[in-house]
């Protein structure tokens, strides 16, 4: 089985930041993508950036130049870095976990940011 815990969501005006954390444990394979998704209400759940065990990356066009994904394979950590932060970020943010070998898609519980004008 597998947890993830996420952290660091909460309330910032625009043009500010925040750094959002999960920690994945249980049975975590070392060839896996990890990433952030967010839903707000009445839309999608949208992928938001990803990045595999390899380093490669991806971001949905709203965010390239604002935010950036990183991790500590060692730790089983992704963290995401948002800055200048619009009105439209806010969402639920939920960490996923994807590992390739078993097919397996784990989630989150999700966390709020709330990007106040």
């Known amino acids: 089985q597998v947890q993830l815990v996420e952290s660091g969501g909460g309330l910032v005006e625009v043009g500010g930041s925040l750094r959002l954390s999960c920690t994945a444990s249980g049975s975590v394979d070392d060839i896996n993508v990890m990433g952030w998704y967010r839903q707000a209400p009445g839309k999608q759940r949208e992928e938001v950036a990803i990045i595999s065990s390899g380093g490669n990356v991806n971001y949905t066009d709203s965010v390239k130049g604002r935010f950036f994904i990183y991790r500590d394979n060692a730790k089983n950590t992704v963290h995401l870095q948002m800055n200048r932060l619009k009105s439209e970020d806010t969402s639920v943010y939920y960490c996923?976990?994807?590992?390739?070998?078993?097919?397996?898609?784990?989630w989150g519980k999700g966390t709020q940011v709330t990007v106040s004008a």
């Open positions: 996923n976990l994807r590992v390739i070998r078993r097919a397996g898609v784990y």
